[in-house]
């Protein structure tokens, strides 16, 4: 004969107790995320905790971007925030040098018709003056689209967008 053991718990638990644990808990949550939604500096804290961050090459080109011979590579950028254009320089040992790296305004990307194919990036003499312009287009937060040129400035030693 087996003998069945049985254990009682001294502790009972009605699901009305659970219920307005439950209700409290949810009520809880609920007065956070409005504090949350109203205060900047805490949406941006919270946001920072849910959203990760990254970091992706959206569109690569390359040319001469002085005029003289020198190889540039140009990569749009994509991150969390962000977008921005870095621009490598190809040394003679054929490792790449950042020189610089531009943020562009707005943080969402687009793309435009260049030469007939859909481009999110592109490099192409504007102006005539034999050295060509970073081409990258983008939406601003209401969806707007923007084309912004950058073109070296000799003296200054930098890009600089073309403002015309």
């Given at each position: 004969m087996k003998r069945q053991l049985k254990l009682q718990s001294k502790f009972e638990v009605r699901p009305e107790?659970?219920?307005?644990?439950?209700?409290?808990?949810?009520?809880?949550?609920?007065?956070i995320a409005m504090i949350t939604v109203l205060q900047p500096e805490?949406?941006?804290s919270a946001r920072g905790y849910l959203v990760q961050d990254y970091?992706?090459?959206?569109?690569?080109?390359?040319?001469?971007?002085?005029?003289?011979?020198?190889?540039?590579?140009?990569?749009?950028?994509?991150?969390r925030d962000n977008i921005y254009?870095?621009?490598?320089q190809t040394l003679a040992s054929g490792a790449?040098?950042?020189?610089?790296?531009?943020?562009?305004?707005d943080a969402r990307d687009a793309y435009f018709n260049f030469n007939g194919q859909a481009s999110n990036l592109a490099i192409?003499?504007?102006?005539?003056?034999?050295?060509?312009?970073?081409?990258?287009?983008?939406?601003?937060r209401n969806l707007v689209g923007r084309l912004?040129?950058?073109?070296?400035?000799?003296?200054?030693?930098?890009?600089?967008?073309?403002?015309?």
């Open positions: 107790a659970w219920l307005s644990l439950a209700r409290f808990v949810m009520g809880g949550m609920a007065l805490l949406r941006q970091r992706k090459i959206v569109s690569t080109a390359q040319a001469d971007l002085l005029g003289d011979g020198s190889q540039f590579t140009v990569a749009k950028v994509k991150t254009l870095e621009i490598f790449p040098r950042l020189v610089e790296r531009i943020e562009i305004p192409q003499d504007l102006n005539g003056d034999g050295r060509p312009e970073i081409l990258s287009p983008s939406f601003d912004d040129a950058f073109e070296y400035q000799q003296g200054l030693n930098e890009f600089r967008k073309v403002v015309r």
